[in-house]
């Protein structure tokens, strides 16, 4: 039970010593009530007394009741402070009640529709509010009205009918909620009392809390989390103050050191300003300097991992923008193992992945997967470690029965092993030459044996006799493999030739030029890496006669692994730096990468349901790639016509798409087209729906600019005031009510007209605007409130007053064309692309730029602005398109990228209601994809956790991780 405190600093009459003492001992032993009088002699002699409750209540109405309950917590070693005396209100009887409840641990008010109506009751409960009290209402009576606040939403005991329904469990349930984290409301209670005699002595330092009693305050300040009740000001104040002063007396100890010294003291006291705001600045800081060093991290999942450490630290800006960059490097990785460097990678069909490297280890890996898209592997256990006289033999190949049983292990020292699947040795294999490549046969009865010399042996894998041999080159043998019936074997020499051989007769059946080489699981299919002659730089897919089928330019000119998937649709090349590229076996149409790696991929292997690719690197890591990750991209098929533009409609259910020959209206979600319009040899440039998604406007080379009715397709209006010269861009303002078009080669920069009838509104004319004899793209947009105008034109950006047509400002921060223009929500910032290959934000007011962002795909023709304003989205002539952070624009780069378009990146629109983007090139392809980098950060944080299901290693905490 809490005890009466004497606090010094209260003005009382001078009594006789030995009087006050007997005073204090009455005081100290008087029971529970009357409360009141116990008070006033306590605040005659000094004493501040300390009560567990404070009973508040009308006299007319809850007397007898709040008597019993007094007694009943006096009972239970509870003691509560409580008026039962009809003595009249005076300025300081309501002094005394202040400090009453403020020198409890909680505020009891006693429901009664008098007590509601009681102004001193109603004045106990405002200071309990002001003083933050625990707040526990005691339902005694039925209410006629609803009861204020804080009392309503309180929970009151009991929690259903009245207390004296079961007064004595009412009391036990009183009692509960009193001693709920006890702790913290008598440390509330016992820091706001001394903070309150602080404050009545005038702000006395030598009543300010030093030592042990400075430093409990300080743990219970700062350990506050969701604790009720809060801290109220007083104690904050009472506290920092105590912290300062403390801080002085230090100061005034070490006055006579060095200046340094003082500086670091001022610091110091500065960062002990307060305990709670020190840490969160602390966090802050290690928040920031993690994503600093996440945006260096050498690896993607590394990347993710310390991003979400930054994030839990603390959610700083900075740390969402790394943890974007690390999903957007992520892309399908989805696990890695460190080890040596790995030179060759075999999977088992119950999913164990068996590797070799340098160190002479065979390693079993468990994977499994984990979440939706989540991969795990487990650590690996060494199957084999192969000596030599003088140190571990390097393992250089890896092959697995057709039945599972046996793994042939082959070094580049001597004899090759044969081992069952947990470790026990069945024969060993001496083929006289260090080994660079083996294969079993679909049936398992022969392995191929390729060695560095450039030989094959075929070898009976029972009796372990060797059965022929083929002479492929002098170079070592890279790839081999066998055809399903197990005639024919495929090999593939460093530098050299790719052959097939009858493996009986022991003839060529066909040559090609090339050091690497896979083929198809049916071995209808040889796909060749080539490093010499004039295919020099291609991957090159044969059939099993040698003719040529797809030629693929790899954009290196030596690979180190080539592989089909399982079902021959799919081919993986990795180049010597690592990177692997995906590619559709029948046409070579390139749908992904595989970019993590930061050394050779010596060895590539699918999951048994292809799902999964493991690729076994120099640079010691075995990755793990998920090959089926879902998508919502939709391809649109358009023909071969030139495509020029796409837009979404309002609902984002539809999307537009014009180019050469007219336009198109598909469903969004499936890509099933809707409605058609041919325009022979025209070409539409740009086109954009009306706010109620009704009509299409669309800017054509003709010089004119046309208004059509989606649900018909037929034209409403058309506007031909551009003179017969190209119409680049086109845009409705908010309402509908208008249309801005831009057209190219003249002096005009835009010009509105009613989408009704055609006829011309105003023209946005100022000299030097454009020229006679401009050329290239424009754009036009009008500002969200439809009060602004912007054009992009060869001498910079405008923006025009709506409705007067004024010129209110000229933009020339790209030293020339600007091709793409959009306000961002709110009107005040623009976002402008050109040539010089930057997307510039700048203030529409001012014209001052706010971030200059960059991205090395060539130059930026189009831009959009997500509907929060947060992310642009711009097109290049690299044949990408960039997704940017604008909230993060001072970190700079784009956060992802959009491929596989063939040609450049000529129209970018965000959906209107999701993170959905599409993307034309002018080749004619249109791909509509989601913007998973866009996502809300809760969402970006659950990807990571599946993507990622890994921790951080000790050595990787102890080398990138900050000691808080």
């Known amino acids: 039970m809490s005890g009466p405190t ?110 509601l109506e009681s102004e001193y009751c109603l004045r106990e409960l405002e200071y309990a509010v002001e003083r933050n009290k625990r707040i526990i209402p005691i339902a005694h009576r039925r209410l006629s009205v609803t009861p204020p606040e804080p009392l309503a939403s309180h929970s009151w005991v009991p929690q259903e009918g009245l207390f004296e329904d079961d007064f004595d469990a009412g009391v036990d349930e009183l009692v509960v909620a009193m001693e709920t984290d006890i702790d913290w409301v008598r440390g509330h209670t016992k820091w706001g009392q001394r903070a309150d005699g602080w404050q009545r002595g005038g702000h006395d330092r030598g009543a300010l809390l030093r030592g042990q009693e400075l430093a409990d305050a300080e743990a219970w300040l700062a350990g506050q989390a969701d604790n009720k009740p809060a801290p109220t000001a007083s104690h904050t104040e009472f506290i920092v103050r105590s912290q300062r002063e403390a801080r002085n007396r230090t100061r005034r100890m070490l006055s006579a050191v060095a200046a340094a010294l003082v500086v670091s003291l001022v610091l110091a006291g500065v960062a002990f300003w307060q305990r709670s705001v020190a840490i969160e600045q602390r966090d802050n800081a290690n928040s920031r300097a993690l994503a600093s060093v996440t945006l260096r991290a050498p690896d993607p999942t590394l990347a993710v991992l310390l991003s979400e450490e930054a994030l839990d630290r603390a959610e700083t800006p900075e740390a969402e923008a790394a943890l974007q960059l690390a999903l957007a490097r992520l892309g399908r990785q989805r696990a890695v193992g460190q080890g040596s460097n790995f030179n060759a990678v075999a999977v088992a069909p119950d999913g164990t992945v068996y590797t070799g490297g340098t160190t002479g280890k065979v390693q079993a890996w468990t994977a499994e997967e984990s979440g939706e898209h989540g991969f795990k592997l487990g650590e690996p256990r060494t199957l084999a470690t192969l000596p030599q006289s003088d140190g571990a033999a390097p393992v250089t190949a890896i092959a697995m029965s057709s039945d599972a049983t046996n793994i042939a292990i082959g070094t580049d020292r001597g004899p090759m092993r044969i081992v069952t699947g947990d470790g026990s040795e069945v024969r060993t294999v001496n083929p006289g030459s260090a080994v660079s490549a083996i294969a079993y046969s679909p049936n398992g009865t022969q392995l191929a044996i390729g060695g560095q010399n450039g030989h094959v042996t075929i070898w009976d894998s029972t009796s372990g006799r060797q059965q022929s041999s083929l002479v492929t080159g002098d170079t070592p043998v890279m790839s081999l493999a066998w055809t399903p019936d197990g005639r024919r074997l495929m090999t593939a020499t460093d530098g050299g030739l790719t052959q097939l051989w009858n493996v009986d007769g022991g003839q060529q059946l066909w040559t090609q030029p090339g050091g690497v080489a896979a083929m198809a699981r049916d071995g209808g299919r040889i796909a060749v890496a080539n490093a010499v002659g004039q295919d020099r730089g291609l991957v090159t897919i044969y059939s099993d006669t040698g003719e040529r089928l797809v030629s693929i330019p790899s954009g290196t000119e030596e690979h180190g692994a080539l592989a089909f998937s399982p079902d021959g649709a799919k081919l993986i090349a990795v180049d010597w730096n690592g990177v692997g590229r995906e590619h559709d076996s029948r046409d070579g149409e390139r749908i992904g990468t595989l970019d993590g790696h930061v050394g050779m991929v010596r060895s590539i292997a699918f999951s048994p349901d292809a799902r999964f690719v493991f690729t076994a690197s120099l640079d010691s890591t075995l990755r793990v790639w998920e090959m089926n990750v879902p998508k919502d991209m939709v ?14 409609s309002p609902d984002g259910e539809r999307v537009a798409i014009g180019g050469v020959g007219g336009w198109a209206i598909f469903d969004a979600r499936t890509a099933d087209r809707l409605l058609t319009f041919d325009a022979g040899p025209g070409v ?48 409705f303002s908010p309402d509908g009510k208008l249309v801005a078009s831009a057209g190219s080669g003249e002096v005009e920069a835009a010009r509105i007209w009613n989408p009704d009838d055609g006829t011309q509104v105003r023209a946005l004319t100022s000299d030097g605007v454009a020229s006679a004899d401009a050329t290239g793209a424009r754009s036009v947009a009008f500002s969200p409130d439809g009060s602004m105008v912007v054009t992009g034109t060869d001498k910079g950006a405008q923006i025009w007053d709506m409705p007067s047509g004024q010129l209110r400002l000229t933009f020339d921060g790209h030293g020339g064309v600007v091709s793409g223009v959009v306000f961002t929500p709110g009107n005040k910032q623009v976002v402008s692309v050109g040539p010089d290959g930057a997307m510039l934000l700048w203030d529409a007011t001012t014209g001052a730029v706010k971030a200059d962002l960059r991205h090395d795909a060539g130059s930026p023709i189009r831009v959009d602005v997500s509907s929060d304003g947060r992310f642009a989205v711009a097109g290049y002539s690299g044949a990408q398109a960039a997704v940017f952070d604008l909230a993060q ?76």
């Open 684 to 731: 539409v440039f740009d086109l954009q729906f009306s706010p109620d998604g009704h009509r299409l406007a669309t800017a054509e080379d003709d010089g004119r600019a046309r208004i059509w009715n989606v649900d018909t397709g037929k034209m409403v209006s058309e506007f031909d005031g551009h003179a017969k010269k190209l119409v680049a861009g086109i845009a």
């Open 6 to 115: 004497v606090d010094p600093h209260r003005h009382s009459p001078e009594l006789d010593p030995s009087a006050k003492a007997a005073l204090i001992d009455f005081v100290h032993e008087v029971g529970a009530y009357p409360t009141l009088y116990r008070t006033v002699i306590a605040h005659y002699v000094g004493i501040v007394m300390a009560a567990d409750v404070f009973l508040s209540y009308s006299r007319r109405e809850s007397k007898e009741f709040v008597a019993r309950l007094a007694a009943a917590l006096d009972a239970r070693i509870k003691d509560a402070w409580v008026d039962l005396e009809d003595i009249p209100p005076a300025s300081q009887f309501m002094e005394d009640l202040k400090e009453g409840i403020g020198g409890s641990d909680a505020f009891c008010f006693v429901l009664s529709d008098g007590a």
């Open 635 to 648: 391809t649109f098929s358009v023909g071969d016509s030139s495509l020029l533009a796409a837009k979404f």
């Open 889 to 964: 624009a001072e970190l700079g780069g784009s956060l992802a990228l959009i491929g596989g378009h063939k040609g450049k990146v000529v129209g970018v629109d965000f959906s209107p209601n999701d993170a959905r983007i599409i993307t034309v090139g002018d080749a004619g392809v249109a791909l509509l994809d989601r913007c998973t980098v866009c996502r809300p950060l809760p969402e970006l944080r659950e990807m990571a956790s599946q993507l990622v299901v890994r921790d951080l290693t000790a050595d990787e905490r102890e080398r990138y991780v900050p000691v808080q």
